[in-house]
């Protein structure tokens, strides 16, 4: 879909629906929506008379304003209570809006930038306005032989019109950093949908090589056989139940700029498909196990955004991609193994395998000397008990990277809670006979997870992201279909943007 930015008044434009936003209970309507009221004889004004549409939140509504506009369609779009609203129902209002434009089969929408008649800049309202579209419309079918009634035809088009030609720039720029961030986020969401037939370690690789050939930065992929030579014992580990091979995949994203930052490195778990090993998941439900690479497809989706925007921060990516599976090779509970920052470690359960990954990781992570580290993970389903499906859990060393992650979750939309780094919780990973354990058993599972990780972490900020129950949408929400949601995209991409913006690169 193409996304244009323009300035022009409204009555005069082409395209076959207009959305305009209404606020539940509203005593007047916004600038946009008063000016296509005006120009069709009081049409909105009158559906909102008969209380046929209230402007309850995402609820839609279609007009047809005749030939008295050059606009086919008026559709209606609830923004929900005036004080409720924030920038993330911005979001989830257009991409109501953009589904409804699409049922009617059109191919072109208007998005007036005053639609909700809210005071934010044009840059933040073409962001949110861009990403609400984009990421609302995403459907996966690539396994679809037909349509299915899953949508009518594409959007082709969608145009934001500003009023004024104060905001122009500002709208262009914030729509054409949203568009480059949500085509990443699509990106892992394709990654994250695919089987894990499809979407191997090796598929993971060559979407690595791809975004680096595209954007001309560095890319590093390690076979079993070279992650061993450099002492990864835990991930080589995990690998080698598998007849998949594993992949350690590094992208290094450096910016053309005369006094570059120290990096900062970010690691996605990637266990492309996870049947815990000998310690084997119960078979209902087992075929979401193809998203425990959603770290891994999120980290793959930002650093081609911050190529794509030439952002001005050294970004590394590490994806250590693998699946766990059962058989005669595979590690087994009561195993010791040593992972490459020396450690020993005592497997109580094979399906405590993504903190294995991320061990050496982290210790991989070292050698760039970072600024910081932060790893994304479907690690635990104690973080769902914990947190439900509504925010991800955030563990932290250093308290200004927690603090900066938490702005960017508001930003975002993207919720993060912070938990709890205790040393009483790492007395549960306390072993007989090695260093440490690799679970600490049930109680605070998602704490004691990255109690573990810490272990590895060195003395950077560092912070664990557990997205267990934020990766996957089991109904839709909004702007974020069934399915994959790319989480963790959008909320690295705005924590970097941040970052530059605060050191002044």
Known sequence: MKIR???????????????????????????????????????????????????????????????????????????????????????GAASAAACAVRDLAVTSMLLPLDFAGIQLSAYDTARALVEGVMLGLYQFKEYKTKNNG????????????????????????????AEAVSRAVCLARDLVNRPSNTATPEHLARAAKSIAAQHGIGCTVLGSRQAQKLGMGAFCSVARGSNEPARFIVLDYKPRIKKPAPAIVLIGKAITFDSGGISIKPAQGMEEMKTDMAGGAAVLGVLQAAAALKLAAHVVGIIPATENMPSGHALKP???????????????????????????SLTYAQRYKPAAIIDLATLTGACIIAL????????????????????????????????????EYAEQLKSDVADLKNTGGRPAGAITAGCFLKEFAGAVPWAHIDIAGTAWAAKPLPYRPKGASGVGVRLLMELLEQWVEATGA
């Open 5 to 91: 930015v323009k300035k022009g008044p409204l009555a005069a434009e082409r395209s076959d629906a207009v959305v305009a936003g209404v606020f539940e209970g509203a005593k007047k309507l916004s600038e946009a929506a008063a000016a296509l009221d005006r120009a069709t004889g009081g049409l909105i004004s009158a559906m909102l008379t008969s209380g046929d549409f209230t402007g309850k939140l995402h609820k839609t509504a279609a007009l047809y304003p005749e030939k008295k506009l050059r606009l086919k369609r008026i559709v209606l779009v609830g923004l929900g209570r005036e004080k409720d609203f924030t920038r993330d129902r911005l979001r």
């Open 150 to 177: 899953t949508g009518g035809k594409p959007l082709t088009l969608c145009t934001l019109l500003a009023g004024k030609a104060a905001g122009l720039a500002g709208a262009k720029k914030g729509a054409a950093q």
């Open 334 to 360: 009561g195993d010791i193994i040593q992972a490459m920052s020396g450690k020993t470690i005592e497997i109580i359960s094979t399906d405590a395998e993504g903190r294995l990954i991320l061990a050496d």
């Open 388 to 423: 439900g499906h509504a925010a991800s859990g955030l563990m932290s060393t250093d308290e200004k990277l927690i603090k900066k992650i938490q702005a960017a979750a508001e930003a975002t939309g993207e919720k993060v809670w912070p938990l709890p780094l205790y040393e």
